[in-house]
Every structure is written in C-alpha cells, then in structure tokens.
C-alpha cells in the first residue's frame, strides 16, 4: 500500500497500534483451521491456557462503522460482548447480503469478549469448516472428542449457517452442541446469507432453536455510511485517496462492501506500481474493467432490442436508413452505447446499423456526448437506459 500519510493520520496510527497492544494476540488470518482436524481433542490442563480463537484481530468495534443498516446487529453484539451468554440475544442469528459486514461483526463481539476476559474460549468456525472436521472425526471414529472440543467454548461463532443445509448428520451434531453450549448459558453466535426461515434444508427442530435469542439484519449500507467505512479502512492502512474517487466508487458499487474494497484496493496498488496517485480517471476505469468483467457480456443486438423498446420503435426502423428525428436519435444513442459498452469495433458496429460505416459512428457517438453535456432530460434518458441495460454508468 503506499504510503501517503499526513501527521494527523500518523498520530491516529500510533493511537491504534498502541490500543492494540493491550489487546490479546491472535493469528493475522480469521477463519483459517488448515490442520485443525488433526490436532482438535480435549486439551489437558497445561496446554488450555490458550486456545486459539481463529478471529481476524482488526474485526473489532472500533472498526466496525455504525449505519442505519447495521444498527440493531451491532447494538446486539454489544450488549453480548458486555455478558456473553446471559443476555436475551442468545442465540444471535446475523443475516445478511454477501460482504455487508456479517463475519466482521460476529468476530467484533469476540475479540471484544477476550479482550475483556482473555481466559474466555471464543471460537469462530465457518460452518463449512465444522462439517469438514465432523467428516474427518467421523472418519477417524473420534465424534465424541471432537464434541468436547466444542463444548469447552464459551463464545461458539459459527459463520455462514447456510452452508448446513441438507447435511443431516453435521446439523445433527450442531444441535447436540448448540443445546449444550446453551443450557450450560454459553454464547453462540450465527451469521447467514438469508433469515432462519428462508434456509431451506435446515431441520425444523435446529431452525426452533434460532427463534430462542435474537435474529438481526444487516441490510445494504447508504451511501455515507459506504464513504465512512472506506474512509475508516484508508486511514487504517495510512493510504490516502482523493475525497471525490472514494465518493465516486461508494457511489458506483453499492451493494458489496468487499467488493468496495477490493476495487479501492487494486485501485491504490496500480496506481503505486505505476508510481502515480490515484485519481478519478483511474477509478472510472476500474469500474468499467468490473463492468466488463462481471456483467454478461453486452452485445449490438441487445443494446438495440432495449432502445427500440424504449423509443417504441422497431429494431428494423432502428437499423433502417430513415431519417425521421425520432428515430434518428434513437439509432445515435443505441450507436453510442454500443461504442462505449461493448467491444466491437467501430466497423462492425457500422455494419450491425445497415451497413453504415464507421465515420457515422463515430459522429453519433460525439453528438451524444455534446447532448448530455447540456441537457438534463436527455442525461436521464441515458440513464434510464443503462439501467434498463443493467450497465453502470461511466460517470
Ligand atoms: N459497517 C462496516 N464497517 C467497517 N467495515 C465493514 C462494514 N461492513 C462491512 N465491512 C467490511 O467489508 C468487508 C466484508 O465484510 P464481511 O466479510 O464481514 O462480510 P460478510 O457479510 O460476512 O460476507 P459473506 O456473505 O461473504 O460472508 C470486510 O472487510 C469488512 O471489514
């Protein structure tokens, strides 16, 4: 990450890093239990003094930004990571869509649970993990041991419940351990891609028992909330990034936090390779390349097919040679579109217009561009068409 950090950012730093001194150590990865089957068993006496946690340590509170989309979650969390176990949120169930902050909540209430009491055994595990080590203990005729091992944890967090569907022993186990862990007043915490009563393929007497504690939503983040977590994530890896390419990208990727991310991060990382800042440029065409690269593919036929619709006209008038106004704009705005948002050539594209050639493409294309430069309803338009397209706009 480069490395453009002011003073004030360098004292927040040192803030940060001196807190996280007096928190408890754990790995850098959250979730990784690579070798963890081979080793589970009941550990004796000397050895469980520390039993590891598998958290992300910077999956804390503190990092965690508050939103109207996440604020009953977080509330929840905080009242647990106080008394885990003894308040009326157990289970927690934390549902939500893909990389809106799930996991990092859930392990935010487990540091924060060792943080304040380091003899706690809090454990994350993805639920996919739990059935790979259950196959294994089955295989290796050892379910009790590995029953134990679970029922020793104080703060059971177990990601992505989803993933159990449709395998009945493992759900089985988990229920097993989850009365257990929760008659004996021991915490657990879920995350899941959708609420309990949506999870097909999970027994109704473990779905039952979601219903005791509290189920929390955590919806898609508003804009602002979006530029504060990004904002709060730069600082926290002292990069600074222009105000007006954090906003830009808040405001193109709005339903994927990670993915927010992930593109802010490559963004940074390329422009450092290249040895430049970044800038709004860089980031439009980020957004592009994710365009290019996770939408279906856009081709003429279709961006046709949706203008015509959209102008009530025919694809054959669209292509034909008239010169009537309104479907002269109409063909300007489908060439231009194909131009911008697809990879055909400019000839091809001529062609796939009855057989224009590629000078009037271009003249469409640049008549378009002059338009929205003054006109407002025409903007909306376009707009309204790159939805209807499902294509991003390039701003
Ligand atoms: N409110 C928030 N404050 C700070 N960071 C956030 C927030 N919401 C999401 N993030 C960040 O977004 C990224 C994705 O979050 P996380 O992995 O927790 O999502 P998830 O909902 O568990 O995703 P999945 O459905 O894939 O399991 C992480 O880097 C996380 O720190």
């Known amino acids: 990450m480069p490395q453009y950090r002011n003073s004030q950012q360098n004292r927040m730093m040192e803030e940060q890093q001196q807190q996280h001194q007096h928190r408890p150590q ?35 509170f503190e990092t965690f930004i508050e939103g109207d989309c996440n ?34 909540l859930a392990q935010a209430v487990g540091n924060e649970v060792k943080y304040s009491d380091p003899s706690k055994f809090v454990l994350y595990v993805s639920s996919e993990q739990f059935t ?36 009945e022993k493992t759900q089985e186990n988990f229920f097993h351990i989850f009365n257990r862990l929760h008659q004996n007043g021991k915490q657990i915490i879920m995350t899941s891609d959708r609420p309990p009563r949506s ?31 990004v904002k709060q994530k730069l600082m926290s890896e002292g990069v600074m990034v222009p105000d007006d390419v954090v906003e830009y990208l808040a405001y193109n990727i709005d339903s ?12 940074v990382a390329n422009a450092s390779l290249m040895q430049k800042q970044v800038d709004l440029d860089m980031a439009k065409n980020a957004l592009l390349n994710i365009v290019r690269n ?22 054959d008038e669209l292509k034909s040679k008239t010169r009537k106004k309104d479907i002269a704009q109409a063909r300007q705005i489908a060439m231009y579109f194909s131009k911008e948002y697809t990879k055909e050539p400019l000839k091809s594209i001529g062609n796939q217009f009855g057989g224009r050639d590629h000078s009037t493409v271009v003249h469409a294309s640049k008549a378009v561009t002059k338009r929205t430069a003054s006109d407002a309803l025409y903007n909306r338009i376009l707009e309204e068409l790159l939805d209807q397209m499902n294509i991003k706009s390039k701003g």
């Open 294 to 315: 996770t939408e279906k593919e856009i081709t003429i036929e279709f961006i046709q097919q949706i203008v015509a619709e959209y102008f009530g006209i025919s694809v």
């Open 199 to 229: 999870l097909e393929g999970l027994t109704d007497r473990l779905l039952s028992r979601f219903k005791w504690g509290l189920t929390a939503d955590i919806q898609k983040p508003d804009f602002e909330t979006r530029v504060a977590i």
């Open 132 to 167: 790979t080590q259950f196959i294994e203990a089955l295989k290796n005729n050892n379910v009790q041991q590995f029953t134990n091992y679970y029922l020793q944890v104080d703060v059971l967090i177990v990601d992505d419940i989803q993933f159990l569907a449709k395998k």
């Open 71 to 104: 604020r009953l979650a977080r509330s929840a969390g905080i009242a647990i990571a106080k008394k885990p176990g003894a308040t009326a949120f157990n289970p927690l169930v934390v549902y939500g869509g893909v990389g809106l902050g799930k996991t990092h």
């Open 256 to 267: 994927n936090i990670r993915e927010l991310e992930g593109t802010l991060v490559s963004l």
């Open 26 to 60: 754990t790995p850098p990865q959250g979730g990784n239990m690579d070798g963890f089957v081979d080793h589970f068993r009941v550990p004796n006496a000397q050895e469980s003094t520390y039993r590891e946690s598998y958290l992300n340590p910077t999956y804390t």
